[in-house]
């Protein structure tokens, strides 16, 4: 175990720091065990019910998420992906590669479409620049 001020605690430094609990507390020591133990489980008991809270709270929310999603895949036309009832974490919005943002669908289609025209007009140009026998 390391500690920001302390370093590695061995088992030597853990024999003394009990040395040093048994002296100050004496006979109390389980006591003060006991106590330190039912402390620690009614932290854990308080965060369990902020989280459940949190999670009902926030179910209105999801339900009305999933529904928009449905709504917008009837509307383009396209099947409705299977959607988990309980959400864990969010996804990312966008993947980083190379340490750049991943784009959008749609500026990927544009700049395609924009490399498409450039090679078309590079054909083009071409064709006209090359004599054809077609005039002779």
Known sequence: MTLAFIGSIGPVEIIVILLIAIVIFGRDL?????????????????????????????ADIR????????DLNVMLNEPPEPVAEEVEKPEPE??????????????E????????NVKEKDSASEAGDKPTDEGS
């Not at 993947?95 to 943002?101: A, F, M, N, V």
């Open 30 to 58: 389980p006591d003060v065990g006991r106590r330190l133990g039912k402390t620690l489980f009614q932290v854990r008991k308080g965060i369990d019910e902020i989280k459940g809270d949190f999670y009902e709270s926030t």
């Open 63 to 70: 339900k009305e998420v999933k529904s928009t999603q449905r």
């Open 94 to 107: 966008a993947e980083e590669t190379d340490g750049e943002p991943a784009e959008s669908p749609d500026i």
């Open 109 to 116: 289609a544009e700049k395609s479409a924009e490399a498409e």
